[in-house]
């Protein structure tokens, strides 16, 4: 091992205990396990950062000391020296650069022979260095780059690599490099001497290139392309047509490299005269080299020094570069390729650049391949729109409205790849002020419209690996539409108020929750600033839609807040955000009260505690509030028709409730009667939320207008409980038996709603008179002879409607609510109705077989067993009517008890069907068990109300 003292001739030293450290780690460093060596070097360069002429001296002493040193050690020394150079260069002076200049400069052509790793490593340290001394290592180099005698080869790529990582510095050097190198191409016979000057001089044009770009950064601007266009005129030549010829391919994409960047600095003359010649060799070297990137560079670079404004030089060449162009664009992109993702970009970059001198003509050939073209044509020429759009901005301007126009072909694409590919070209378009112009609002519709897509259907996965879902392209489209509302600034007056109209078509009901997300970001910002165009003149935009169908369409979207990928919070914020455009005496209400509203939402999503009744609840108290600070009678009637025109939009939603609210406030008896008629009607009889939406709605119209809601009901009982039958012998039915039973259900639970919402004072007077004549008989019309088939569910559904609407009578007259005294004088018949709603056959029998019935073996169908809350219902209809006087005689106390309780303990512990579904879910299990436990709850609340009465 030879350590060198720390006093050696050169070795800037400290004096202490670091010097021979610092020895000891140079002299270590090639240790023979790479391991050790790393950490070795990691040690020097750290210390090297400290202390670093201390280190770099006494690695400079150490190299030029043992001119024996094995070359491996000399490599990590000098690639060391290297790393705290680029570090620490500032802190190196002239005298230690000038003796690292000269020692590595000797490591670089201490061998004639080429040893890439040792004279790289070199290399590496003169080009660090010369970052600030450039001159000085530019004056070490000319001395070993002579006229008459070939340089040897890492000393072209040192002056080559320089040039590329100090361009200024550089540039003034060049023209006495140029005029040296030049006849020294005529003497390199050999593929890597032609390679390294072609290397080199494509570095020498580019750091030109840059240098002019920059003139005004330069220290000499009197520096122009023109000063080396002779040399370079003649390097071409010699590249061009003769070494261009090589079979060595990495000296033909050297060349070809070279050539690209030297167009740019080539005479115009020479270059006009060589350019359909340079064209169609590069051109035919695709066919040559599998790999296209290094050539796609070089036609890059070639296109780029042609393609002026309005130079349209090259156009007898134009189909020919699009017929090699457009290929590559339209082959499947391999992300997992480095190479074929360059080479795209590249493809792109040249069309952006024929935009320049030909935009119109690109135009038109991209528009015309779109419309014929294929699925792979589509997204590569759609491609290509979307890059043009972003990096040919000013070649573009003056064809924005072409390209909108021409685009507007792919608004109804129904294959997503492509459209994933065109909601990217959107994106493009916006923040280039294209949707601004005519047919932008179809684009952003095209947007609205992906955002509204519904789950993929379920079933076998497509195979192909670039496959977009439904799901994708929605999540995608949320964003993009986020993004433009809210950091797109030109964006506003594109999507305000427009957003508006894309709020109220059923259509779009799934994409309400981000459509308010961006409406409400911008309606609240415009608020706050008091902008001038925050106020919406609905005569002048007459396809916004009026207050009344906004506020009709909001109220319903926020019904149902975890819809619509829990869009509440949005909506909320669009109706704060929009309230004085809507109707200036709601402001001061829907500031107040909404922001409350958000936060009972939050509160409840986080708590996990979410009751969609106690929502409605409060939402209908909203609406109620709501019509009376606008208590305009013409009002109430428009935003009434707005919710009955929408009903047909909705499923199991609110909005027969809210209409049920008008009606309470209107005093207009044409329009209270239209929409009892609409509601009725449009209620879908085999769904129980509709059922009860519709019923609720009577009850509240009834507070106001019992006597036309009972007119109605009794109408719907004469006309719509009839089978009715039309054509040739009577095949025809309108309504099936089961269609009745449905609607029987309905009308059954509508009266007890009326019961439950009418004025005391009127109530009483219409019970037995109307309500309970109307209801009674069909405690004895419950058919259940077949329990097995489907009618029966449907008669199960009647019962359970029945049992309910008893409930509500039984809430409506008990003389805490009643708060009159009061005679049930038909108790005791709805007592027994209620414990024999089966045409005399045992109410425990009939669940029992209703269980079997029901079982997924039996019906060979997956069926919810949701009649397991009629229990519950049951008993708390039997708990209500009891409390009514007049007292039970002792035997009916006695058939009271003993029905119930046979009907509750003859359920099984865990309140499932006899037979249990093998594919109950969690949810399932935990429900039944709730029912049960709601059901004994009941009954011990009979039994409990039994014992206070005795």
């Keep these: 091992m030879i350590m060198p003292g720390p006093d050696e001739e050169n070795v800037r030293s400290t004096g202490g205990q670091v010097d021979d450290l610092t020895m000891a780690l140079i002299d270590a460093a090639y240790d023979k396990e790479e391991e050790c060596r790393e950490q070795i070097c990691d040690a020097l360069f750290d210390l090297g950062k400290k202390k670093p002429e201390l280190v770099l001296s006494s690695s400079y002493s150490y190299l030029k000391k043992h001119a024996k040193l094995t070359q491996g050690h000399r490599v990590v020394l000098l690639q060391c020296m290297e790393r705290i150079i680029k570090e620490k260069l500032e802190e190196i002076d002239s005298s230690l650069a000038a003796d690292i200049i000269q020692q590595a400069s000797l490591e670089l052509t201490m061998s004639k022979e080429v040893v890439p790793e040792w004279q790289t490593a070199a290399s590496g340290v003169l080009v660090a260095i010369g970052a600030k001394y450039c001159d000085d290592v530019m004056d070490e180099m000319l001395q070993k780059f002579q006229p008459g005698t070939l340089p040897h080869f890492f000393v072209v790529q040192t002056i080559g690599n320089l040039a590329q990582a100090n361009v200024y510095r550089m540039v003034p050097h060049l023209t006495a490099v140029l005029g040296t190198m030049l006849p020294m191409l005529g003497m390199a016979k050999h593929d890597n001497m032609k390679w390294v000057f072609s290397s080199a001089l494509s570095k020498f044009s580019e750091a030109i290139i ?150 119109g003509k690109l135009t038109g050939i991209l528009l015309q391949k779109l419309e014929n073209g294929n699925e792979k044509t589509k997204i590569g020429i759609l491609t290509i729109f979307k890059h043009l759009i972003n990096a040919a901005t000013e070649a573009m301007e003056d064809k924005q409205e072409v390209v909108v126009s021409g685009l507007k072909m792919m608004i109804n694409e129904q294959n997503n ?32 419209r992906q955002c509204s897509l519904p789950d993929d259907p379920p079933g076998k996965r497509s195979a192909d690996p670039e496959h977009v879902t439904n799901k994708a392209l929605r999540m995608m489209c949320d964003n993009v539409l986020q993004l433009l509302a809210t950091t797109v600034e030109e964006m506003e007056v594109v999507l305000w108020p427009y957003l508006l109209e894309l709020l109220v078509p059923e259509k779009y009901t799934e994409s309400a929750g981000v459509v308010c997300k961006c409406i409400s970001h911008i309606a609240n910002k415009k608020r ?113 028709e707005a919710f009955g025109n929408h009903i047909p939009m909705y499923n199991s939603y609110p909005e ?72 040739l012998f009577r095949i025809m039915k309108d309504k099936s038996e089961a269609d009745i039973e449905r609607i029987k259900a309905t009308l059954m639970l509508c009266y007890g709603f009326v019961a439950l919402y009418s004025p005391t004072s009127l109530i009483v007077s219409r019970m037995e008179a109307t309500i309970l004549r109307s209801i009674t008989p069909h405690f004895a019309n419950v058919k259940i002879e077949n329990i097995s088939c489907l009618f029966k569910v449907e008669s ?29 004088s038909q108790r005791r018949q709805f007592l027994e109705d209620l414990q024999d709603t089966s045409v005399k056959q045992n109410l425990i029998r009939t669940t029992k077989l209703i269980g079997e019935s029901l079982h997924p073996d039996h019906l060979q169908m997956k069926y919810n067993f949701t009649n397991r809350v009629d229990f519950i219902n049951h008993m708390q209809s039997r708990f209500s009517s009891f409390k009514l006087d007049p007292k039970l005689s002792d035997a009916e106390l006695f058939d009271l008890i003993k029905t119930s309780t046979d009907c509750v303990y003859s359920l099984p512990k865990d309140g499932l069907s006899v037979k249990k579904a093998k594919d109950d879910t969690p949810d399932q299990l935990l429900e039944t068990e709730v029912l049960l436990t709601s059901t004994v709850e009941a009954l011990h609340d009979l039994l409990k109300e039994i014992m206070i009465k005795i």
């Design 796 to 824: 199960i559904e009647l019962k359970r409607n029945l049992i309910r609407t008893v409930e509500l009578i039984g809430k409506t007259l008990d003389p805490k609510s009643l708060k009159l005294d009061y005679k049930f």
């Design 210 to 359: 840059e240098y002019c770009a920059n003139i005004d950064k330069a220290p000499d601007p009197t520096v122009t392309k023109e000063r080396f266009s002779q040399e370079v005129d003649a390097a071409f030549d010699v590249f061009f047509n003769t070494w261009l010829q090589s079979k060595e391919i990495k000296l033909r994409l050297s060349i070809v490299d070279a050539l690209g960047h030297m167009t740019h600095l080539m005479s115009k003359d020479k270059l006009a005269e060589q350019l359909p010649k340079i064209l169609q060799v590069f051109l035919g070297l695709y066919k040559r080299h599998p790999e296209p990137f290094h050539i796609t560079q070089g036609l890059c670079n070639v296109l780029d020094a042609v393609c002026e404004k309005e130079n349209t030089q090259m156009e007898p060449q134009l189909d020919s570069v699009l017929s090699v162009l457009f290929p590559q664009i339209f082959a499947p992109l391999d992300y997992t390729n480095p190479m074929s993702v360059k080479n795209h970009n590249e493809v792109l970059r040249c069309f952006a650049i024929l935009a320049r001198s030909f935009s």
């Design 528 to 640: 706050e600033e008091k902008s001038e165009d925050y106020e919406i003149d609905y005569e002048a935009q007459a396809n916004i839609p009026k207050p009344p169908v906004l506020i009709a369409r909001l109220v319903v979207l926020a019904g149902r807040p975890t819809n619509g990928r829990e869009r509440g919070q949005h909506v909320l914020s669009t109706m704060k955000g929009l309230s004085p455009n809507l109707n200036e005496n709601i402001v001061e209400l829907w500031d107040t009260v909404i922001p409350k509203l958000l936060q009972y939402l939050e509160d409840a999503t986080r708590e996990e505690s979410w009751s969609q009744k106690n929502w409605e609840d409060l939402f209908l108290k909203m609406l109620s509030k709501t019509l009376d600070v606008v208590d305009n009678e013409d009002w109430i009637v428009e935003l009434g």
């Design 417 to 448: 790849k492509i459209k994933k590919i065109f909601a990217q070209v959107v994106i493009a378009m916006a923040h280039h002020g294209y949707l601004e112009l005519e047919g932008g609002q179809q684009m952003l519709e095209f947007i609205v």
């Design 656 to 727: 027969e409730k809210c209409l049920g609210v008008l009606m309470r406030k209107s005093t207009k008896k044409d329009f209270v009667n239209k929409h009892l008629d609409v509601i009725f009607n449009s209620v879908k009889h085999t769904d129980q939320t509709e059922r009860e939406g519709c019923a609720i709605s009577f009850g509240f119209c009834a507070a106001s207008h019992l006597d036309a809601v009972l007119s109605k009901l009794d109408n719907v009982a004469k006309n719509d409980l009839v089978q009715k039958s039309s054509g």
